[in-house]
């Protein structure tokens, strides 16, 4: 059966829908040895032969999913054009090519899901499912309540104002502390921007949940294989997005159906 191009380099874990149109505009993909320029174009993955870079694509079928703890100092891209290390260097002994799902910046630290499941990879980012990514924030200062509220509602980053989210104190110290930050977007250095808006730097982050799944005692720049009941649990994070509750009718739409059941 035949599909678009970008689809099928997306399935088969190479990278994402969006990168994978930029790929064929650059003239990087052929298919039985003619190159494609045309993101309308189409092919049969299971009779084609798609390249990428003059590399045959497999077909993925031994699907792979994994979580690594990633450190700070390391880029979450396949490549980098500045010869800055990426988290590809830290997955080595697996057969099959893995891809980050979504990022963590430069510093940021922790819990980032690595697959070559594009459909599963998308379940995890796209914004209709709203799944809540968790972090352990430090920052400079001890933000006051009021200030925390106003994280909470949603400050303006990038003259776009962010969605509500959750913020706790974990611990106070002399000169800074630790808060607990959950929220269902995923913004380019949202949560530096975030508390920035408010007058407090953020000095680490790490992030210690994705979903259903934690980071618990994994090490610093080590990766584990998810379980089964990781992976399931996901799918069922797919199944049943987030639903948004149902708005309380208006006060006379009350009055009038109490006395319609009086009379």
Known sequence: MKERLQKILARAGITSRRKAEEMILEGR???NGA??????????AGHDVIELDGMAIGSAENKMYLMLNKPPGFITSVEDPQGRPTVMTLVTGIAERVVPVGRLDYETEGLLVMTNDGDFSQMLQHPRFEIERCYRVKVKGVPARIVLDKVRAGVFI?????????????????KNSWLEVRLKEG??????KMFEAVGHETIRIIRTGFGPLELGALPVG??????KIEIEAIRTFAKTPAQKPAKKPHPKLIRKTYRSMVT
């Open 187 to 192: 913004r380019n250095r949202q949560i530096r």
């Open 29 to 31: 993909v052929s298919v």
């Open 158 to 174: 990038d003259n776009v104002k962010t969605n509500r989210c959750k913020v706790k104190v974990v611990s106070k110290l002399d």
């Open 222 to 227: 080590a990766y584990r294989f998810l379980n």
């Open 35 to 44: 190159v494609v320029l045309e993101l309308g174009s189409k092919a049969d």
